[in-house]
C-alpha cells in the first residue's frame, strides 16, 4: 500500500475513477427516471453517493485493479473489473437490504449503476492503453510519406507466439523494428490481420515478400516448430538473403511465457526439432516444493540447468555444490538474476574428500540430492584413468553412503548412455555408479535411482562448441568418421525428463530417456556450417580423423541382457532386469577399494582389468 501511496500515478487513477464511479451513480438514477429525478430521490442520491464510491474503491483496490500498468490493460484485466464491479454491487445491496430493507431505494439503479461503472471503468483503462500506443511507441504507425520506421519486420507464425511478440515490439519504444506483416502455414489465416497487422501469405511466400516489401529481418515466433519445419524456414530465409531470428522453443520456455528479451539467433537445437516434454508438474512440486535439494556439479551443463529449473517449484533451500570455483560463481549470479527470491547456497566443495561431504549434509541437512558432479571428456579420462577413479567412483560413492545414512528422501544419480556396453573408462566408471545406486536399494528410506540418456546439445563437453570454433577460424570441421552417430537432446529436455522421472523412484531404479533417432555427426557438421552462412565442402572442408581411443561408432542405451519396461511418461522406460555384472554391495565395495588402490599407483592396465571385472561388458581398447 505504501508503494501505491508514494506513486503518482495511482492517484491520477484514483481521482479518475472517483469521477467516474461518481458519475456512473447520478447517471444511473438520471436514467431511471429519464433524466427527472424526484426530489426526494435527489436527497437519497446526495445521501448515498459517497458510501457507495467508497465501497467500490475499496473492492477496485481487493482485487488489485490498481497494481498493473494501464497502458498493458489486458483481458485478465478487464475480468478483474467484471469481478470488482459486481462484488461490489452485491454488497452494496445487500447491506441496503439488512439496514433499510430497500425501503425508498430503486432497486433498478443499482443494476443501471453496474453496467455504466463496469463500461466506463473498463473504457478509462482501454483508452490510457490506445493513448500509449498511439504516441507511446512510434514504431506501430506509420510516416507521413507512408514508410515505417525502423527495420522492417516480417514474422513467421501468426499464432499465440507471434501475436504476443508484435505486442511485445509495439510496446518497447526502444526496439527499432516496423512489423510489416505475418506469414503462416494455416491458408485460413491468410487476408486476416492480427492488432491490424495482416497475414500477408504463407511461408512457402518468403523470398517473394521479402523482395516486394523490402523486409530486412525475418523473426521465427513457432514455438512447436519441428527440426523439419525450422530447417525449412532457414533454407527460405537463405535464399531470400535476410537475416533471421528466433525465439526459444517449448522445450526452453519452461513456464510457456515468450517475450522479446527471448529472441536469438537460430541454434543447432532448433533444427534437432525434439518434441516438447509432457511434465506432472504437480508430481515434481510435491517432491520439491519446500524442500532443501543438493545439486552436486551445480556448475556444469546439466547441473546449473538444474538449479534452475528446481528454483521454479520454490524448493526451501537450493545447496549448489561445486569444486570449480568460476562455473559455481557462474550459477551463482544467474540464480541471483532470476530467482533472489529463493534460498540458493554456493557451497566450493570436492565429492572426492568424504569428510567434506559429510560436513556438507550435517550442516544443510538436504532432503533430495541429485547428483550430477562427474568428468566426461572420453579421452581425457583415457589419458588419466585414475581421475575416474577418484572422481567418477570414489566421489559418487562418498555422496551415496552420506546420503543413505543421513536417510534423505531421494538420491537421483545422473548417468550416461556410455556407461552401455562400455568402450571406455569414462563410460565403465559411470556404469560402476549405477551399480552403487541399484546395491543401495533401501525400501522405506531413500529412494536411490539413476537416470540414463545420451549427449546434450550445448554441453561443455560436446562438439557443437568444438565445431563452431573450427568455422569461426575457417575450418576444416574435423569428424571422427562418416559413419558415426550420438543421441542429442537439449539440455532443458534431459533436466526435464530427470526431474520427471524423480517422481517415479520406488529404490534402485535406473530410468532409460527416449533419446530419438540418432544423429549422424557428418550431417550435424553440414548443418551448423550452414547456419552460419557458409557451404559445406565449398566453403569450410570437412575432415574424417578417425576415432578416438575409447570411442564407439554408434552409442547404445541398453545393455546385453537389460530388458526394459514402459513407464507412465511416453519419454522414460525403467530397467525391467539389473543385467550382468551386478554385484553384491559388500563385493562391491571390495572392488572399489582394490580400484582405488590402483589409482593410487597409477596402474592403468590394472584399472582397466578391474573395471571389467566389475563390469563384464566392459571391452576396453587395450587390457
Known amino acids: 500500500m505504501q508503494t501505491l501511496i508514494r506513486n503518482k500515478n495511482f492517484w491520477l487513477m484514483l481521482v479518475g475513477d472517483i469521477t467516474l464511479l461518481g458519475i456512473s451513480y ?32 475499496l473492492f477496485f483496490y481487493w482485487f488489485k485493479l490498481y497494481r498493473g500498468m494501464w497502458r498493458y490493460t489486458s483481458i485478465a484485466d478487464l475480468l478483474n473489473i467484471i469481478k470488482a464491479v459486481f462484488t461490489s454491487t452485491m454488497v452494496v445491496m445487500v447491506a441496503i437490504l439488512m439496514f433499510h430493507r430497500f425501503e425508498g431505494y430503486p432497486r433498478s439503479v443499482f443494476v443501471i449503476d453496474a453496467i455504466l461503472t463496469l463500461i466506463f471503468i ?6 490510457v492503453r490506445l493513448v500509449f500506443a498511439a ?37 518497447n519504444t526502444r526496439l527499432e523494428y516496423g512489423i510489416i506483416g505475418f506469414l503462416d502455414d494455416d491458408s485460413n489465416k491468410v487476408g486476416r490481420s492480427i492488432h491490424g497487422v495482416p497475414v500477408l501469405g504463407v511461408i512457402d511466400e518468403l523470398k517473394e515478400f521479402v523482395s516486394k516489401k523490402g523486409i530486412e529481418e525475418i523473426l521465427i515466433a513457432i514455438p512447436s516448430a519441428t527440426g523439419n519445419q525450422m530447417k525449412r524456414i532457414v533454407e527460405l530465409c537463405k535464399q531470400a538473403k535476410v537475416k533471421y531470428k528466433t ?10 511465457r515468450v517475450s522479446v528479451k527471448s529472441i536469438r539467433d537460430v541454434s ?8 516438447p516434454v509432457r511434465l506432472e508438474k504437480e508430481k515434481i512440486g510435491r517432491y520439491l516444493q519446500g524442500k532443501r535439494v543438493l545439486i552436486t556439479g551445480a556448475g556444469g551443463s546439466i547441473g546449473s540447468e538444474l538449479c534452475r529449473q528446481i528454483a521454479r517449484y520454490n524448493p526451501g533451500a537450493l545447496i549448489m555444490c561445486d569444486r570449480t ?29 568424504k569428510g567434506e561431504i559429510k560436513a556438507i549434509f550435517e550442516k544443510y541437512r538436504p532432503e533430495v540430492v541429485f547428483h550430477a558432479a562427474a568428468y566426461k571428456h572420453v579421452p581425457m579420462l583415457e589419458i588419466n584413468p585414475w581421475e575416474a577413479i577418484y572422481n567418477n567412483i570414489l566421489g559418487s560413492k562418498n555422496v551415496i553412503e552420506v546420503a543413505c545414512d543421513s536417510g534423505i528422501e531421494r538420491f537421483v544419480l545422473v548417468s550416461t548412455d556410455k556407461a552401455v556396453n562400455p568402450t571406455n573408462v569414462m563410460g565403465a566408471s559411470k556404469r560402476v555408479t549405477e551399480l552403487l545406486v541399484q546395491t543401495h536399494a533401501n525400501p522405506g528410506l531413500t529412494r536411490f535411482m539413476a537416470v540414463r540418456f545420451g549427449n546434450v546439445v550445448g554441453s561443455s563437453g560436446s562438439v557443437i562448441p568444438l565445431f563452431k570454433r573450427q568455422i569461426e577460424q575457417g575450418g576444416p570441421v574435423t569428424v571422427t568418421h562418416p559413419e558415426v552417430t550420438r543421441y542429442f537432446m537439449t539440455i532443458p529436455e534431459a533436466v526435464q525428463l530427470i526431474l520427471q522421472a524423480g517422481t517415479m523412484g520406488k529404490g534402485a531404479e535406473v530410468f532409460i530417456l527416449d533419446m530419438g533417432t540418432p544423429v549422424k555427426i557428418v550431417d550435424m557438421a ?10 559445406p565442402e565449398k566453403d569450410i572442408d570437412i575432415e574424417f580423423i578417425g576415432l578416438r581411443p575409447g570411442e564407439k561408432l554408434h552409442e547404445e542405451l541398453v545393455v546385453v541382457g537389460e530388458e ?17 555384472g551386478l554385484l553384491t554391495k559388500n563385493d562391491l565395495e571390495r572392488n572399489i577399494r582394490e580400484l582405488v588402490k590402483l589409482a593410487d599407483v597409477r596402474d592403468v592396465a590394472g584399472i582397466k582389468q578391474k573395471l571389467r571385472e566389475i563390469v563384464p561388458e566392459y571391452t576396453p581398447q587395450e587390457v
Open 26 to 57: 447520478i447517471l444511473a438514477y438520471a436514467l431511471r427516471f429519464e433524466f427527472h429525478i424526484p426530489p426526494n430521490y435527489i436527497a437519497l442520491l446526495k445521501k448515498s453517493i459517497i458510501p457507495v464510491v467508497i465501497s467500490k474503491l
Open 122 to 127: 473498463s473504457g478509462f483503462r482501454l483508452a
Open 135 to 171: 504516441s507511446g511507441n512510434p514504431l506501430t504507425f506509420v510516416r507521413k510519406n507512408g514508410r515505417h520506421k525502423g527495420r522492417k519486420l516480417l514474422i513467421i507464425g501468426a499464432g499465440g507466439a507471434g501475436e504476443k511478440m508484435l505486442r511485445e515490439i509495439r510496446d
Open 247 to 256: 525465439i526459444p522453443g517449448i522445450g526452453e520456455l519452461i513456464d510457456g
Open 268 to 275: 543447432y537445437e532448433d533444427l534437432l526439432g525434439r518434441e
Open 325 to 353: 570455483e568460476k562455473n559455481l560463481y557462474d550459477i551463482e549470479m544467474d540464480m541471483w538474476r532470476d530467482f533472489s527470491y529463493i534460498k540458493y547456497i554456493p557451497v566450493l566443495g570436492d565429492i572426492r574428500h
Open 526 to 535: 553440414r548443418d551448423l556450417i550452414k547456419l552460419s552462412g557458409l557451404e
Open 564 to 580: 526394459v519396461a514402459p513407464t507412465g511418461h511416453d519419454k522414460i522406460l525403467v530397467l525391467k532386469q539389473n543385467g550382468p
